[in-house]
């Protein structure tokens, strides 16, 4: 019997001030549970602009504690009244001078449900990662939500095949990967890879991106969001390259017992033979 997941991704511009941001995606949760939607991701340092175009300390300001900081705090409010599960990228700040880009998950009940912390960090023009953020030490965890079984994967990790490897095994079922990438830098990338990485390790994948230009580089952050099924199927239309956007689509779960039992690829791994990766 088939188990359809109604899920959502949001696409949006930088408003130029904090508290806007966090109100747009307020309004963006309720839009997406009034189309039904059980579980929702925003893009990578959803409620800031994308500071790392510069290497500057004011922006260190951004960070807060999770799950005890407030805006933490403020989506669980709105994930009990909604019902909705939600994945929120976020600056962390575990203590001052340790700070992290973080995904934390909150189940559809209000419950906070853990963190991952981005493991790979690019330092390269336009993303100065390495100036604002600690590698993550967080391991590749998959939580058990009222949807099912969720991970996330940020941005820059995805040119990483191994992390996608590793959510497999651990159960996912759809894995989020919040970014905030440019159109001139990896546009090429962007409809390979996780389409690619769900064949690979037969889940769903949601991908999602800001759009816009922003005050603080030129880099042109090109939205372009979407779902991807097992067989590198794009769920819907693919999203706006440069609109805000709401993007809610119906994940068929039954596609994943249909693929992984025509190709097997986890039966078959050899993991025996792969120790030669994790040599330095």
């Known amino acids: 019997m088939s188990r359809v997941i109604r899920a959502a991704l949001f ?5 130029g001030d904090k508290e806007s941001m966090i109100q747009v995606h307020e309004q963006a949760v309720r839009d997406a549970a009034a189309q039904g939607a059980q579980v929702m991701c925003f893009q990578e340092l959803f409620y800031g602009p994308y500071f790392c175009q510069v290497q ?3 922006f260190y300001a951004y960070a807060e504690s999770i799950p005890d900081g407030p805006i ?5 409010r709105l994930a009990r009244e909604h019902g909705i599960v939600l994945v929120l990228p976020m600056y962390e700040e575990e203590q001052p001078g340790v700070l992290y880009n973080t995904a934390a998950v909150i189940d559809a009940d209000g419950s906070y449900l853990g963190k991952y912390r981005k493991t790979h960090i690019p330092q390269v023009r336009g993303f100065w990662e390495k100036f604002y953020f600690r590698p993550g030490n967080s391991g590749w965890p998959v939580f058990d939500t009222a949807v099912g079984k ?7 990790d995805r040119h990483f095949p191994e992390g996608w ?17 440019s159109r001139g830098l990896s546009g090429y990338l962007w409809q390979l890879e996780q389409p690619a990485a769900a064949v690979a390790n037969e889940y769903f994948v ?9 005050e603080y580089g030129d880099n042109d952050f090109y939205g372009t969001s979407y779902f991807v099924d097992p067989e590198a199927q794009f769920v819907g239309e693919v999203a706006s390259d440069k609109e805000t956007e709401l993007v809610v689509r119906d ?18 791994r050899a993991p025996g033979a792969y120790s030669p990766l994790t040599a330095p």
């Open 206 to 214: 949601g991908a999602i991106n800001r759009v816009g230009v922003e």
């Open 150 to 156: 969720v991970g996330v994967y940020i941005c820059y």
């Open 56 to 58: 500057d300390p004011e």
């Open 251 to 268: 994940l068929d779960m039954a596609k994943l017992r249909e693929v992984r039992d025509r190709w097997q690829f986890y039966r078959d």
């Open 165 to 181: 490897r590793a959510l497999g095994l651990e159960g996912a079922e759809i894995v989020f990967n919040p970014s905030a990438t």
């Open 11 to 15: 696409q949006t511009a930088w408003t």
């Open 72 to 76: 933490v705090e403020r989506f669980q």
